[in-house]
C-alpha cells in the first residue's frame, strides 16, 4: 500500500460520557472507544501498516489529546 487513512476509536473508555454532547448523541460507542488510554486501535493499526506498506508509504490518523 502507498498510504493508509484512520478515524480510529481514540477516546479513553472512562471519558466516553464527557465528550461534546452532539458527539454521544450521534456517534455509536464502538466508533468512539478507544480502550483504556485511547490507544487500542491506534496501535494495533501501527504494528500492521508497519508490515502493508511500501517503503515510503504514509500513514494519517486522528487522535484527540485529553
Not at 466516553?16 to 478507544?34: K, N, S, T
Amino acid at each position: 500500500l502507498a498510504g493508509i487513512v484512520s478515524n480510529q476509536p481514540y477516546i479513553p473508555s472512562d471519558n466516553i460520557p464527557r465528550p461534546h454532547a452532539e458527539v454521544g448523541r450521534h456517534e455509536p460507542r464502538l466508533a468512539l472507544d478507544g480502550g483504556k488510554n485511547g490507544m487500542d486501535d491506534l496501535l494495533h493499526l501501527c504494528n500492521g501498516a508497519a508490515l502493508m506498506l511500501r517503503p515510503g508509504g504514509f500513514f494519517i490518523f486522528e487522535v484527540l489529546i485529553f
